[in-house]
């Protein structure tokens, strides 16, 4: 019995384990919980405008990289560069 394509694809998808979403992957918890933090150039806010409009998120809190920290923020220094061949 000859198989069609969408059949085809139906049996090859349903071997696959479903997705799962990360515990607090929106930062509804309004905190950092099962994330690893390095630095300080992220925190969560729950603000819902700023002076230009509002955030648009989907819940109440969300992770802003200005917020917190405004331009003061610091992260994990970046990795070497390597050196740029002369040519």
């Given at each position: 019995m000859p198989v069609v394509p969408w059949c085809a694809a139906l049996l090859i998808a349903s071997t696959f384990a479903p997705v799962t979403t990360p515990a607090n992957a929106d930062f509804e918890l309004c905190n950092t919980t099962g994330w690893t933090i390095t630095g300080?150039?992220?925190?969560?806010s729950s603000a819902a405008t700023w002076w230009g409009g509002t955030y648009d998120q989907h819940g109440n809190c969300f992770l802003s990289g200005y917020l917190g920290n405004a331009d003061t923020a610091t992260g994990p220094p970046p990795p070497p560069r390597s050196p740029r061949p002369i040519s």
């Open positions: 300080n150039a992220f925190s969560v």
